[in-house]
C-alpha cells in the first residue's frame, strides 16, 4: 500500500507522473493524460531519452492543474467507484 503523491490517496497500482516525479495513483494519472499539456510531456520525455538525460524530471505541473485536476477528478470517480473497486 502506498498514498498518491498527488492525491494523499491510498493506492496499490501507482507510476511517476509524466509532468514531474511524483509518484501517482491510476486515478491521478488518467487526469493528467485528459490535459492538453500531456502529449507535450511525453514528447519532451522521448526527447531527453534519445540525448541521454535520464535525469529528466518532467516538463512540471502545468499552470492551474490542481483546478483542472478536481474538475475531473468528480466525473472519473464514477467511473473508477464502477469499474476498478
Ligand atoms: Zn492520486
Do not use: W
Request: aromatic fraction near 12%; proline fraction near 1%.
Amino acid at each position: 500500500m502506498k498514498i498518491c503523491d498527488r492525491c494523499n490517496s491510498k493506492t496499490n497500482i501507482y507510476k511517476m507522473s509524466m509532468f514531474n516525479t511524483q509518484m501517482c495513483c491510476m486515478m491521478c494519472l488518467e487526469i493528467e493524460k485528459k490535459h492538453q499539456l500531456y502529449d507535450k510531456a511525453v514528447k519532451e520525455e522521448l526527447n531527453q531519452c534519445r540525448i541521454k538525460n535520464f535525469n529528466f524530471k518532467g516538463i512540471g505541473l502545468p499552470a492551474g492543474f490542481l483546478a483542472f485536476s478536481k474538475a475531473h477528478k468528480v466525473e472519473l470517480k464514477d467511473f473508477f467507484d464502477k469499474n476498478m473497486f
